[in-house]
T-cell receptor
């Protein structure tokens, strides 16, 4: 969806480093989500936020952190505590009962 | 708890042939149902959705799906596929009473051969 941007598209990091993935939206939707995608698996929910300054853990929150200081932005930090961070990360926003996805960031740990 | 099962991890089919991608779900409450498509290294795009009304839902790119409540299924179909339909397809559900958490199946890779 053109109203959701994720950057960078590709990201490489060394073991032990924290890294932050950006997600921005201009759709004026309240709810935002972060998912992780691994080969052969469906998407798994990391964190979600339904309003500014509030967020909830999803199914696999360990090793990740988020913030929601602005309606437009929902950055995800992958910390050194995440043991297997190499994956494709997708951000989404929700309007009514539909979720719209950004283009994704592929994170590779070297 | 809800779960979504896509039994076929990969479906090979020849161009212009019909295809059906299967999706079954389990839930103790009523759900909304969705099919998404993902092309390589891209995000997910909504193909179609069932919220209420007619159980036969038509989506983009000539796809359709039928909601069968008794069989808890939401199979995706297309009468004639194209090479460009090669992609990963995900079925997903969301609870009607708490519509914030989308539960995904593991995906089916549709491989269209010439």
């Amino acid at each position: 969806d053109g109203g959701i941007t994720q950057s960078p598209k590709y990201l490489f990091r060394k073991e032990g480093q924290n890294v932050t993935l950006s997600c921005e939206q201009n759709l004026n939707h309240d709810a935002m989500y972060w998912y992780r995608q691994d080969p052969g698996q469906g998407l798994r929910l990391i964190y979600y936020s339904q309003i500014v300054n509030d967020f909830q853990k999803g199914d696999i929150a360990e090793g990740y952190s988020v913030s929601r200081e602005k309606k437009e932005s929902f950055p995800l930090t992958v910390t050194s505590a995440q043991k297997n961070p190499t994956a494709f990360y997708l951000c989404a926003v929700q309007r009514n009962n539909e979720q719209f996805f950004g283009p994704g960031t592929r994170l590779t740990v070297l | 708890a809800q779960s979504v099962t896509q039994l076929d991890s990969q479906v090979p089919v020849f161009e212009e042939a019909p295809v059906e991608l299967r999706c079954n779900y389990s839930s103790s409450v009523s759900v909304y149902l969705f099919w998404y498509v993902q092309y390589p290294n891209q995000g997910l795009q909504l193909l179609l959705k069932y919220l209420s009304g007619s159980t036969l839902v038509k989506g983009i790119n000539g796809f359709e799906a039928e909601f069968n409540k008794s069989q808890t299924s939401f199979h995706l179909r297309k009468p004639s596929v194209h090479i460009s339909d090669t992609a990963e397809y995900f079925c997903a559900v969301i609870r009607m009473d708490s519509s914030y958490k989308l539960i995904f199946g593991s995906g089916t890779r549709l491989l269209v051969r010439p």
